[in-house]
């Protein structure tokens, strides 16, 4: 079975210009996520797809940050325009709708962005 | 607020030998999940063992275990024979239970198993 995919593996861009990520889960897989990784910190949830409807963007900064999930499979995420503190690890993740499995996510190798 | 605290950033332990990894949280919910994931160098996070709240039996996985200690709200992995390939960081993670899986992660324990 094929893990989650992520690409690019790494970006360096300058502050103010743009970027995007994407990513697709396991097949079969409703539920989404996108996290952060800064570096000397654990993952941070920034957004949570169930098939293509949003279920969490609490800590996604809107102003600057935009993901979607147009036909329930793939994902992208923008950032628009990067700061120097976007600098992180970008992980995406995976599960199952429903049952016990949900619970467990399974992760992409993620995206290493530098903003300089 | 949910909470996830590891107090040690870096742990070290000779090849075949046994380590403690420790992990305490902060919640007023009463079902939740609990879980320890694994990140190696340059490589993706695995799920290395899931304790559920209900449960007050330690979860085990092969050489990893768990001691998880409800009131005291502690949740402790154990590796036995350690081996080379353990080496990794590793976070604890909290989940609430209910309709949204929002996992939140402590800020991990870098573990180096000496040759």
């Known amino acids: 079975e094929a893990g989650v995919a992520q690409s690019p593996r790494y970006k360096i861009i300058e502050k103010r210009q743009s970027v995007a990520f994407w990513c697709n889960p396991i097949?079969?897989?409703?539920?989404l996520y996108w996290y952060q990784q800064i570096l000397g910190q654990g993952p941070k949830l920034l957004i949570q797809f169930q098939n293509n409807g949003v279920v969490d963007d609490s800590q996604l900064p809107k102003d600057r940050f935009s993901a979607e999930r147009l036909k329930g499979v793939d994902s992208t995420l923008k950032i628009q325009p990067a700061k120097l503190e976007d600098s992180a690890v970008y992980l995406c993740?995976?599960?199952?709708?429903?049952?016990?499995?949900?619970?467990?996510?399974?992760f992409g190798p993620g995206t290493r962005l530098t903003v300089l | 607020a949910q909470t996830v605290t590891q107090s040690q950033p870096e742990m070290s332990v000779q090849e075949a030998e046994t380590v403690t990894l420790s992990c305490t949280y902060d919640t007023s919910e009463n079902n939740y999940y609990l879980f320890w994931y694994k990140q190696p160098p340059s490589r993706q996070m695995i799920l290395v063992i899931r304790q559920e709240a209900y449960k007050q039996q330690n979860a085990t996985e092969n050489r990893f275990s768990v001691n998880f200690q409800k009131a005291a709200k502690s949740f402790s992995l154990k590796i036995s024979d350690s081996q080379l390939g353990d080496t990794a960081m590793y976070f604890c993670?909290?989940?609430?239970?209910?309709?949204?899986?929002?996992?939140?992660f402590g800020t991990g324990t870098l573990l180096a198993v000496q040759p």
């Open positions: 097949s079969g897989h409703a539920t």
């Open positions: 993670a909290f989940m609430r239970g209910g309709a949204t899986n929002k996992l939140i």
């Open positions: 993740a995976s599960s199952l709708l429903g049952g016990r499995a949900r619970n467990e996510q399974f």
